[in-house]
């Protein structure tokens, strides 16, 4: 059972009937800008498209200009298809009139998208979880307050556990080929990163007069699939 929010002009209205004979649980709010700043959460949020497309449009992309982290149902009458495009930012469409069947794995499905990739912008490694869409990392729930080099950094070697980098490999992959500074920067930001990372500095392990890696629990490496992309 999921949370439905629904953006309509005409709230109490039937947007999507046949949601009345699924056990979703369902709000209505007005289609208004302003209405999204107390919204409650959901798993979903379905705008009704069906009277009023320029208007439904504006608000699809203000919502995801503002980053919502939910999927984005557009409910459309048959002849508004035609107008609907990628620039939208819309997840899905459903006509007004779809069936229970269909309205249900609907849901089911783009919700269960958005969660698995969700989940595939995250690197769990260690007690560390680096989510590349929101550029941050946690280590066992607590937020790192990273610089984006010291996020790449982490993030690149948290990709390639137990391989070890030299200096000169890591300024090509971190910091690129236009970069013009020395090797000296790279045990700069790995000495940052390590009092950042606090109990689990260890994570970056040195390798002398070789380079740097990113070491793993010793469970984690009878099963290094665990340790990259979920």
């Not at 009277?51 to 459309?76: E, F, H, M, Y």
Request: proline letters at 4%; glycine letters at 6%; charged letters at 25%.
């Amino acid at each position: 059972m999921a949370q439905l929010l629904i953006l309509t002009p005409t709230v109490n209205s039937d947007v999507l009937p046949a949601l009345g004979l699924l056990n979703h649980q369902m709000r209505q709010i007005p289609a208004e800008p302003a209405q999204l700043i107390n919204a409650p959460s959901c798993d979903l949020l379905i705008v009704d498209a069906r009277q009023d497309l320029a208007n439904a449009r504006s608000l699809c992309k203000i919502l995801k200009t503002t980053g919502i982290n939910v999927p984005l149902l557009l409910v459309l009458a048959e002849g508004g298809l035609a107008a609907v495009n990628a620039d939208w930012g819309i997840d899905d469409v459903i006509l007004e009139n779809a069936g229970p069947g269909e309205v249900d794995a609907r849901i089911r499905l783009v919700i269960g998208r958005q969660s698995q990739d969700h989940l595939s912008n995250k690197i769990h490694a260690s007690g560390v979880v680096i989510d590349e869409a929101s550029y941050s990392a946690k280590v066992h729930g607590r937020p790192l307050d990273l610089t984006f080099k010291e996020f790449e950094l982490l993030r690149f070697l948290a990709t390639h556990p137990s391989r070890v980098f030299t200096r000169e490999q890591l300024l090509s992959e971190v910091w690129g080929y236009d970069y013009f500074g020395g090797t000296r920067t790279v045990d700069v930001h790995v000495r940052r990163l390590r009092a950042k990372l606090g109990d689990l500095e260890s994570l970056i392990g040195t390798v002398r007069n070789v380079g740097y890696r990113f070491n793993l629990h010793d469970d984690e490496n009878e099963n290094r699939a665990q340790s990259v992309r979920s």
